[in-house]
Structures are given as structure tokens and as C-alpha cells.
């Protein structure tokens, strides 16, 4: 692996809007997340994952930044962040926040400046064509809003323009960089100007968002791998121990791009979506509903191998602000059986907030562009006070309380066999034998019993229609009883194992 300071760490992902408000205005804020430090670290979480708090015009839910290096003033003040930082630290817990690489909001004074008429050293930091009339298809181009004659070409959505980190493939001189032009390493610059504040600030690292979108007609990214090989030169150099998981899903290209740990995201063509997420809608049902199981099998030995080769990690989710809840497609039941496995899996587990007390996604209305986003984006369910314990404020929250799911962390606490009592043991179960943060793994199949052993520790998910025995010394059940029932996973130490 990359590096061993990462190997135990077991990730809690905020989103700052939605956590705890501790002024009572209905938004949350930092100072929330310090006086709730504490619950992180009694769920078992060493490290934290927020997503952005930067100044922003929230066109999408602060992945539109507007000044990379202040916080925007919902959720407080850099004094704020400051102090979460000293509170974490002196608990043990590790910061890292959302870098957004790739573009920036088209309220931030650069691109305003780039925009201008007349040349300026601005000029070639975003992508712009040589002329307002020059619009091809083939780009997401946005025209006639700025001074400057020329369209400017958008990362994602029509507010947030690209840097300008240069194209690999150039298909229109008049207009294209090659990303090798010393004018588009303004861009490079610009993202270690933004990490290095940060760091020296004390974060110990990043999640950076749309890590692969950086070059542009990059198919193979091989470009864009350079241009992070080249950044990572100038940050590990003063910062080596920073961490820096992609938003990628792609091993092969983000461990030679030198990310420490890439994420494996709920796409249709990976391991994680075919086992719990996969519908009628996505080539499913998903392996946890009846699925087949080969390709999850697959899957998982191909990017494995890839973390063996290439020396990365990967980075398994309970989910995040981007997809529906785990609880929207499975049963408890089976969803702790997923948690067993993303708790045992070699890798760094990230574990989104609420997922760990059942919470849900329901349909609501847009807020900050998350459009069918924000139902996973409700303020966290801690009690049945007002507003679920989450603001004291008697006006409107900013995002409203989900009314489709009325489960709360107190009702979690009350009761010994829930979903979070079970993540607190898995996780206890992962920092207490220091097998699961090493790269071993061997992993077995034999008639939908899918067996993964890791040392002295065995994993067994029985998937098959049958119960089977177990012997052995048993570190948790996902059932009571001494035989695994269909849909039934247990951990053993020291097991024997004997067929139906």
C-alpha cells in the first residue's frame, strides 16, 4: 500500500447543511459538528469526510465554489474550523474535505476576470473558444454572458466553468491547449495554491471530486494521470502524509494517477452496485435480493487485484450525498450483511451520516441543484425533540425533516440489536484485528456460500436457498441461531466449516 497511516482509518462523511445546527437558524453548522465529535467517535469513525463548506452560491450544493479559501458564513468562521480541527485532532480523529478540481463557480473573480474583454493574466485559466460564434456541438459551451468574445466550457452544469488543464486530443487549434502548453499549468497551480492553504491550515487531506475531469479529450486519461502526478509531486513534497481518495471508480487509472485510495461509487459496472444496489432498473435484481453473484465475484478481484498492483486502497461507501439511502433497497437485515462485508473488505470504508442509524431517502423538492439528490441529503434523525433534535429553531429549516423516515439515533440506542450497535461492533471487530488493515484476502465460492477469509478471520455470507452449520468462535452474527440461515452472514476466528 501507499501508505500504512491510512490503513485503520474508518471514515464518517458530513454534509455540514444537514448535520447539527447549534445557533438555531435551521441550517447546520461547524460548530455543530464539534459538540457531536464525540458521537462520531463512539460509533467507532477515526476520520472525517466533509463535503464542501467553501464560500458558494450552492447552485449545487457547494460544488460551485466561489473563494476556495473562505468558509461560507452558514456554516460559520475559519476561527470555527479552526477549533473542529484542534477538537478532532486531540481526539484522534483525522479532517479531510472536498477538493473540486475541475471547475469553479462562475461567481468566482477569476472566471469574472477571465471573462473580461481585454486580455489579462487571467485569460487562459478557464477554457474558452477563440470566438462567441464558435460553438461546437461536441462541447458543453455556454455563449453570450460575458464580455469576452468567446463560449467558455463547463465541467458539469452551466455555472461551473472549467480550468483550463488543457486537452490531450485537439480537434480545434484556434482555440485548444494541449495540456502540455505552459499556459494551462496555471490551472495545476492554482489546485496546489488551494491544497497547500489547507493543509498548513491541518487538514490531513482531500476527497476531490470529479478526479478524473480535469484534461479533456482524455479518453485513457493518461493525460490527466500526468497532470496529478505532477501535483502530487509538489503537495507530498512538503505534505507526504496528506491522503487523497478520488471520486474516480477507477483503480487502474487513479492509483497511477498517485491517489492513495479510490472510491468504488454506485456505478452499474462495479461490485458494490451488484450487490445491494442493482434493480429492475440497472440489470438487476442485485445479489442481496437473489441476483447472481458471479460478476459482484468478479468485480471485486479485479479491483483488489488492482490496490495489489498498483498499491492503493479501495475506498468502500455505505453511500453518500449523491445516491439514494442503502435503506431504500434492502431490508435491515441484509443491509447489515453489506456492512460486514464493507467493514471487512481490505480497504478504507466510508460511512455516510444517518446511513448508520436506517435513515431513508424520500422524494423532495430541489434545493442547491441536488434535484433527486437532496431526499439523501435531510437533516440527521437524532431524537423524537423538535425537528428531530437536529435545530431548535422554531422557523423554517433549510432542508426540511424527512417525514418518510421516522427512525432516529435514539431509537437505535434503545434497542441492543440495531443497525447501529451492529456497525459499532463490526467496527470494533476491524480495529481490534489488525488482519482487516492489511491486503490479504482469499475469497471463495460454492453454491452461493461466498466465503472471504482474511488470516485467522473468515467471513461467511450464506446466499444460497439452504441453511448450513457452523463451528467455531463466533465474532458476530447477522442471525441468533446456531445454523446460517439463507441470507445470513457470520464472522469466525479459528472456524471449521462443514456443508448443509
Not at 472471504?452 to 436457498?465: F, P, T, Y
Request: glycine fraction near 6%.
Amino acid at each position: 500500500m501507499k501508505n500504512n497511516n491510512f490503513k485503520d482509518l474508518v471514515f464518517y462523511e458530513i454534509y455540514p447543511t444537514s448535520f447539527f445546527d447549534s445557533n438555531g437558524d435551521g441550517v447546520g453548522d461547524l460548530k455543530g459538528v464539534t459538540s457531536k465529535l464525540d458521537y462520531v467517535k463512539s460509533l467507532g469513525c477515526n476520520a472525517i469526510w466533509f463535503n464542501p463548506f467553501f464560500l458558494s452560491p450552492f447552485k449545487d450544493g457547494g460544488y460551485d465554489v466561489k473563494d476556495f479559501k473562505s468558509i461560507d458564513p452558514r456554516f460559520g468562521t475559519l476561527d470555527d474550523f479552526r477549533e473542529l480541527l484542534k477538537t478532532a485532532h486531540e481526539m484522534g480523529i483525522k479532517i479531510i474535505i472536498d477538493c473540486v478540481a475541475g471547475h469553479t463557480s462562475e461567481e468566482h473573480p477569476l472566471f469574472i476576470k477571465s471573462g473580461e474583454q481585454y486580455r489579462n493574466e487571467y485569460s487562459d485559466l478557464f477554457i474558452w473558444t477563440d470566438s462567441v460564434w464558435n460553438y461546437n456541438p461536441k462541447y458543453k459551451l455556454i455563449s453570450g454572458r460575458h464580455p469576452r468574445n468567446g463560449n467558455y466550457l463547463v465541467n458539469f452544469f452551466a455555472f461551473q466553468p472549467a480550468l483550463n488543464f488543457g486537452f490531450k486530443d485537439i480537434d480545434d487549434p484556434k482555440w485548444q491547449m494541449s495540456y502540455k502548453d505552459p499556459r494551462t499549468f496555471q490551472a495545476r497551480e492554482f489546485i496546489i495554491d488551494f491544497l497547500l492553504y489547507w493543509l498548513e491550515l491541518g487538514v490531513d487531506g482531500f476527497r476531490v471530486d470529479m478526479a478524473d475531469s480535469l484534461v479533456k479529450n482524455d479518453d485513457e486519461k493518461e493525460a490527466t494521470i500526468e497532470v496529478w502526478n505532477y501535483i502530487f509531486d509538489k503537495v507530498k513534497s512538503k505534505y507526504p502524509n496528506s491522503f487523497f481518495v478520488s471520486e474516480w471508480c477507477n483503480p487502474w487509472q487513479s492509483f497511477k494517477a498517485g491517489f492513495d485510495a479510490d472510491f468504488v461509487l454506485d456505478h452499474w459496472d462495479n461490485f458494490y452496485h451488484a450487490f445491494i444496489r442493482a434493480d429492475e432498473y440497472s440489470n438487476g435484481p442485485s445479489v442481496l435480493n437473489g441476483g447472481d453473484e458471479a460478476f459482484f465475484i468478479s468485480d471485486l478481484l479485479a479491483r483488489y487485484q488492482a490496490s495489489l498492483d498498483l498499491g492503493g486502497y479501495l475506498a468502500h461507501i455505505s453511500g453518500n450525498h449523491d445516491v439514494l439511502r442503502l435503506m431504500n433497497y434492502a431490508s435491515e437485515d441484509k443491509v447489515k450483511i453489506y456492512y460486514m462485508l464493507m467493514l471487512f473488505l481490505p480497504g478504507i470504508p466510508f460511512i455516510y451520516y444517518g446511513d448508520e442509524i436506517g435513515m431513508k431517502h424520500v422524494d423532495m423538492d430541489n434545493k442547491d441543484g441536488g434535484y433527486q439528490r437532496v431526499g439523501s441529503r435531510t437533516p440527521m434523525q437524532w431524537n423524537h425533540d423538535k425537528n428531530d433534535g437536529f435545530s431548535t429553531t422554531d422557523g423554517e429549516l433549510y432542508l426540511p425533516v424527512n417525514k418518510a423516515s421516522s427512525i432516529t439515533l435514539e431509537d437505535n440506542l434503545k434497542n441492543p440489536d440495531s443497525l447501529y450497535y451492529f456497525i459499532q461492533k463490526m467496527i470494533q471487530i476491524r480495529k481490534n484485528n489488525e488482519v482487516l488493515q492489511s491486503n490479504c484476502m482469499n475469497l471463495t465460492n460454492n453454491f452461493r456460500v461466498i466465503k472471504i477469509e482474511r488470516g485467522d478471520l473468515l467471513l461467511v455470507m450464506n446466499l444460497s436457498d439452504k441453511a448450513i452449520e457452523h463451528e467455531g468462535k463466533i465474532l458476530l452474527s447477522t442471525g441468533k441461531e446456531d445454523m446460517l440461515k439463507p441470507y445470513q452472514s457470520a464472522i469466525y476466528r479459528k472456524y471449521y466449516f462443514v456443508k448443509e
